[in-house]
């Protein structure tokens, strides 16, 4: 297998491709082949440690299907992109892929490898959606997902408390209040405590996947 990470890492030190291709015991070819379609995909040095040979060959090199065809191609900058704008989903995204692929005789991903590869994609480039915030627009309320233990003073027995955790994301001030429960009466009271604390009401109120 084409060792790509250290033909990443050596084009990011400076190396030709002639030296690079005798120190990762690759063909000038691939060298020069490899380099172009990382350069297409926004990888580049230094990549995280979980991110191994058999990853970037799935992205970089050419997949063919049983029949000899070659698999569209997913412009996956084009995909980054159109997310951040209102209303476009992935599956809309995967849908104009498979038209274009097959209007071009190609054969497209089915929509579960498409989405796979995108959100692979975006892990090894570390792609990030950029989300602008207006200062005390928005406030952004959950409970969080695990609980801490508190004691009764005189039998000493355990109990649950649930965090309520509300954030400003554009100051990333927060508020978190411990509750008994998860109930409607903490959940609307904790809202309370939370637009005190902060000083004023936000225009708007997004909960998470409650």
Known sequence: MTNYREILRLK??????????SAAKAS??????VLKKAEQLNISWPLDDDVTDSVLDEMISEKHN??????????????????????VTLTLLWQEYCERAYANGEKP??????GDKYRRWARVTKATMRVTHKPGDTMQVDWAGGTIPYYDSITGEEYKAYLFVAALPCSGYLYVEACTDMKQENWLMCHVHAYEYFGGVTRVLVPDNL
């Open 12 to 21: 990011s030190l400076g190396y030709s491709q002639r030296s690079i291709a």
């Open 28 to 33: 000038r070819n691939t060298v020069s082949e």
């Open 66 to 87: 049983t029949t000899g065809k070659v698999y569209a191609a997913i412009d996956y900058t084009y995909i980054h992109r159109e997310l951040s704008k209102k209303g």
């Open 109 to 114: 991903y089915m929509s579960t490898q498409f």
